[in-house]
């Protein structure tokens, strides 16, 4: 192919008639400058970009290897993407810390499910029911109703440990947003 053609391909994406004029299929160029071949390999242009280029194969695997995650960015974006992953990384480590990944159908935690246990509620039951729950069967349990009583002392503090578990779960839903 010509040099005067190849003007023709210029600025992107780059499109042109692949193969004979005749045929009509319109493939797209490896955005490689000076590359001819298929370009079928999307690849962002940054990340999280929607925006990709275009490469062949080989035009791709070099591009991924040499792909720097910080280029084309200024210092305060760097900064800025830095400092986004690392309050990400607190983030996760924070809800690992407190058994966020246990959850059985991902909004629960293995702890939560077992305060649900104990007041006897389904895993979607919301803050208010949870409230209602403990409120009736810590009253029933409570030292001033059954003093003396071990077995209802055990059973109300299992059930103050049990909404306190569900209360801080849900300050930290809603802290959340
Ligand atoms: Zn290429």
Redesign the pocket.
């Known amino acids: 192919m010509s040099r005067a053609r190849r003007s023709n391909d210029w600025g992107f994406p780059r499109w042109r008639g692949y193969g004979s004029s005749r045929e009509a299929t319109t493939v797209r160029i ?3 400058h000076g ?3 298929k ?1 079928d390999c999307p690849a962002p242009k940054a990340p999280n970009s929607p925006e990709k280029w275009y ?2 194969q ?3 695997a070099e591009y991924n290897r040499k792909w720097d995650y910080f280029e084309g960015l200024d210092k305060a974006e760097k900064e800025q993407r830095a400092k986004a992953e690392r309050a990400e990384n607190a983030g996760y480590a924070e809800a690992q810390h407190y058994g966020w990944s246990g959850s059985g159908d991902g909004s629960r935690t293995a702890d939560e499910m077992r305060a649900l246990d104990v007041l006897e509620l389904e895993a979607d039951a919301d803050f208010a029911a949870i409230k209602k729950a403990y409120r009736v069967r810590a009253k029933a349990v409570h030292p001033d109703v059954k003093p003396d009583d071990a077995e209802a002392a055990a059973e109300f503090q299992k059930l103050q440990v049990a909404y306190e578990v569900l209360r801080q779960a849900e300050d930290r839903r809603e802290w959340k947003g």
């Open positions: 490896c955005d490689r590359c001819e071949e370009g490469f062949c080989q035009h791709a």
